[in-house]
Antibody, heavy 119, light 111 residues
Framework: QLQLQESGPGLVKPSETLSLTCTVSGGSISSSSYYWGWIRQPPGKGLEWIGSIYYSGSTYYNPSLKSRVTISVDTSKNQFSLKLSSVTAADTAVYYC???????????WGQGTLVTVSS | QSVLTQPPSVSAAPGQKVTISCSGSSSNIGNNYVSWYQQLPGTAPKLLIY???KRPSGIPDRFSGSKSGTSATLGITGLQTGDEADYYCGTWDSSLSAGDVFGTGTKVTVL
């Protein structure tokens, strides 16, 4: 079955850029039926959608993060990636990637990766 | 903060029923499908309900969803200890700050 796995540094310094990759296995990221999304969850808090990308490269972002977010896709590696610039402690969170069947429908999810912003 | 409001917590005894509300507006729930997610402790969220009331394969029919106007409801019947988790609603918001949005989350406790 389809599986997603996040990877990247677990510690990022303030003002630097957070970079994560989501590797998709058990299916093709180039499927025309899906978007691929990033969602985050600060410790002890709720979920926040970051942005989503289609295999063609079409993206849409959370307006509150748009100025700092870039999501890209590499179909040859079956991966998509997240870059969040100028991070602060408020960006400390578990970051999840997920397949997006339609607006608000994310399934399945990766296991998540904790990223801490600290000097 | 989220544009979708949920009660912080609900509780009931095993075998009983709980309902979780998700309140929004015409720019989100009122004109878009609602999804529901279950997040067991220490794990990633899992899709329970999509398109207001549809269950993905493998989700038991103890879980149900409904929508009326600008609110949605998740129901859990025959409550089990394994249902103790955080539950989130989600939908599309088509306001000026358009995008996918999640509810504030509800902790379900099995007494």
């Amino acid at each position: 079955q389809l599986q997603l796995q996040e990877s990247g540094p677990g510690l990022v310094k303030p003002s630097e850029t957070l970079s994560l990759t989501c590797t998709v296995s058990g299916g093709s990221i180039s499927s025309s039926s899906y978007y691929w999304g990033w969602i985050r969850q600060p410790p002890g808090k709720g979920l926040e959608w970051i942005g989503s990308i289609y295999y063609s490269g079409s993206t849409y972002y959370n307006p509150s993060l748009k100025s700092r977010v870039t999501i890209s896709v590499d179909t040859s590696k079956n991966q998509f990636s997240l870059k969040l610039s100028s991070v602060t402690a408020a960006d400390t969170a578990v970051y999840y990637c997920a397949r997006q069947d339609s607006p608000s429908r994310f399934d399945p999810w990766g296991q998540g990766t904790l990223v801490t912003v600290s000097s | 903060q989220s544009v979708l409001t949920q009660p912080p917590s609900v509780s009931a005894a095993p075998g009983q029923k709980v309902t979780i509300s998700c309140s929004g507006s015409s720019s989100n729930i009122g004109n878009n499908y609602v999804s529901w997610y279950q997040q067991l402790p220490g794990t990633a969220p899992k899709l329970l309900i999509y398109e207001n009331n549809k269950r993905p394969s493998g989700i038991p029919d103890r879980f149900s969803g409904s929508k009326s106007g600008t609110s949605a409801t998740l129901g859990i019947t025959g409550l089990q200890t394994g249902d103790e988790a955080d539950y989130y609603c989600g939908t599309w918001d088509s306001s000026l700050s358009a995008g996918d949005v999640f509810g504030t989350g509800t902790k379900v406790t099995v007494l």
